[in-house]
């Protein structure tokens, strides 16, 4: 049986970088270069909201000082992403974070919302 066809469309497996996520890696990586980074890991947490209902972020990110950081990289939102993103903000002592790739016309670099 082959479970590519039950996978969602626009889907990656666990643990792969769509090309949003690989360039804001490569951000983290010039960041973590300065020292405004000490340390991150892609889908490095896995953070329980309710039986059965669980949000992973995309970045998990210890920046200068020891804080901690859950960063989500969206081009766009679902519903339910959003919904989950509060509801961990609630729950947990992280600064969340999420982030979109401005267009180049604009600028380009990061859009940031905190929850």
């Known amino acids: 049986m082959n479970t590519k066809n039950f996978q969602a469309l626009g889907r990656l497996k666990t643990g792969e970088r769509n090309k949003t996520e690989a360039a804001y890696e490569n951000y983290l990586k010039a960041l ?35 804080g901690m950081e859950m960063h989500e990289v969206k081009g766009y939102w679902l519903d339910d992403a ?24 604009d600028g380009g670099g990061w859009a940031v919302e905190e929850f």
């Open 32 to 66: 973590q270069a300065v020292g405004d980074v000490l340390w991150f890991k892609f889908e490095g947490f896995k953070l329980r909201l309710a039986d059965n209902t669980f949000y992973t972020p995309d970045y998990a990110v210890m920046v200068r000082g020891g």
């Open 82 to 105: 959003k919904v989950k993103i509060k509801i961990a903000a609630d729950m947990y002592p992280f600064r969340f974070l999420a982030v979109k790739a401005k267009a180049k016309k």
